[in-house]
């Protein structure tokens, strides 16, 4: 018999999404007539830009001539998308090298996969609320985390404790499910914690895209000295709208170096090149060809545009929040909308009263960690029609 790897039986049911959809079925069942609005899932609804579906054809294209065709290709991803996404950092200000970057299907499997260059022995540090994938990855490998309190009182954005020693610390800016964002100041008392304590920043910027606040950083590599103490994980998925196409990339520094326990120098770069030439066969040719596109003018153009739609829906849900004195958090440099439950409930019980009273359907903030168990993520990831009828609708909630 197979010995398992008894941590999965720590895991906790993921079922806030299953939960979710039980609920909204029985829901519907019972009243057939009634028009629910879904503004829960972080999943996007406009289609890719033109220009960028064109690359995604000419890739398919290439497939089907000897000449053209191709086969395997680098693991890190070819070198015409790491280069367009070299020129993406320095447009931002942010010198890196192609060798940093590495291709992939998704920053969720990045920061997942990223626990195998780890010791068991490690502390952890991870904010609650959070993506649950940090913790559940790290639980799957049977490692302890310690949880970093993201509350109201701290803006959701936890900052270090000098007392506290930590090994490795998970940031996500623009955050998800909050939509708090870092800003220069706060990510260098980060950098400057991690350097002292020779800690690794693992730091999602999956929402990169939504920062419209020139004063936020859009990297943490924007900040000295990060890239001896930061990997950077960074989506497709928002950006571009692949999150069924799915590609995402990492950026691990070369300069990233830890010392083994015999003494010597441990590249992180080498490690993750290593790891990833050894498990993963890379991102398909004609992925990379859309992707690519992405990052040209006429891509980004296609980009923003669809961003912009979705920032116009976080207003309209802000103004409605604005109009009903309910404090929230986000929605200006993020697609959620994460709020304070009114009238004292807690997130499931607000899940089922909005449901019941005017069909909107959102995230309950308890999903994502026990601090947010009085808290409510919607996303701008609606139609534009859905969003304008959900607030409307949310105005006559109470
Ligand atoms: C914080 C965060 N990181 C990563 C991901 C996953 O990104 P991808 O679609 O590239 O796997 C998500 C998706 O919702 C996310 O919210």
Redesign the pocket.
Known sequence: MPKLNENYLNLKESYLFSEIAHRVAAYTAANPDKKVIRLGI?DVTLPIGNSIIKALHEGVDAQASADTFKGYGPEQGYDFIRDAIVAYYEKNGVTISPKEVFVSD????D?GNITDLFAQDNVILIPDPV?P?YVDTNIMNGRNITYMNATAENNFLPMPDKNLHADIIYL?SP??PTGAAYNYEQLKEWVDYALENDAILLY?S??ECFITDETLPRSIFAIEGAKKCAVE?C????TAG??GT?C?YTIVPEALQFTSSDGREMSVNAMWNRRQTTKFNGVSYIIQKGAAQVFSEEGMAECRANIQYYQENARIIAECMDKKGIRYFGGINSPYIWFECPMGMESWEFFDYMLNQIQVVGTPGAGFGSNGKNFFRLTAFGSRENTVEAMKRFETLF
């Open positions: 972080g998704g920053a969720k499997s920061t993506y994938v996500c955050n998800n999602d999956a929402y994980f989506s497709l998925s928002k692949f999150t799915r995402g």
